[in-house]
């Protein structure tokens, strides 16, 4: 089974802070994805990773895959409350098929 | 309708029932997932369908749990004799290729055993 570590579990901060995330795991991924979930709805995907050392922006978040494609960060900007939610990645298994397996998640809490 | 649809939205029922829970894709989304989520946690991978058949359903925990989309579009995920662990959110997501493509998950179907 591949399993997804993500960390910190939780996050709660000042509006306007920079913060990073983590998503690690000894075993290689085909393409890892960020998702952003809200209360009471489902994940909306960010972002897809394929290529090791692979960085990606998307506005004031920047996301970046392990050379390994073990391993992927998120990184967001002078955070705001608007960011408030639960960020989960996802991995594609290179023997999984489209199976996904997520991590459990990093719920990030920015007070204004 | 444009997204991904799940009904009930809040489901209650008692220990040793049997409970339903409907998925509605987006229309033209070949594959569809269905996955588990507690509170505080990930969601849980427990079903791909690729069109009308099952690709992988290595994650239904067990034999209690069956899933079925006779039609290659609406999918519906059966619980038998269900338990107070059952509980959790169901999500379903629909995706137009299959593979690591992106995800288009609904709102889920909250569980609730008594």
């Known amino acids: 089974t591949q399993l997804l570590e993500q960390s910190p579990q939780f996050l709660s901060i000042q509006e306007g802070e920079n913060l990073t995330v983590y998503c690690n795991s000894s075993s290689v991924f085909s393409s890892l994805q960020w998702y952003r979930q809200e209360p009471g709805e489902g994940p909306v995907l960010l972002v897809t990773v394929v290529t090791g050392g692979e960085v990606k922006k998307l506005k004031r978040l920047t996301f970046q895959f392990g050379d390994a494609r073990k391993d992927s960060s998120l990184h967001i900007t002078a955070a705001q409350p608007g960011d408030t939610g639960l960020y989960l990645c996802a991995g594609a298994g290179e023997t999984s098929g489209s199976r996904l397996t997520f991590g459990e998640g990093t719920q990030l809490t920015v007070n204004p | 309708g444009a997204g991904v649809s799940q009904t009930p939205s809040n489901k209650v029922t008692e220990k040793g029932k049997y409970v339903e829970l409907r998925c509605d894709p987006i229309s033209g989304h070949t594959a569809l997932y269905w996955y588990r989520q507690s509170l505080g946690q990930g969601p849980e991978f427990l079903i791909y369908f690729q069109g009308t058949g099952a690709a992988d359903d290595s994650g239904l925990p067990n034999d209690r749990f069956f899933a079925v989309r006779p039609e290659g579009s609406v999918s519906t995920l059966k619980i038998q004799r269900t338990e107070r662990g059952d509980s959790a959110m169901y999500l379903c997501?629909?995706?137009?290729?299959?593979?690591?493509?992106?995800?288009?998950f609904g709102e889920g179907s909250r569980l609730t055993v008594l």
């Open positions: 997501a629909s995706s137009s290729t299959g593979g690591a493509g992106e995800l288009f």
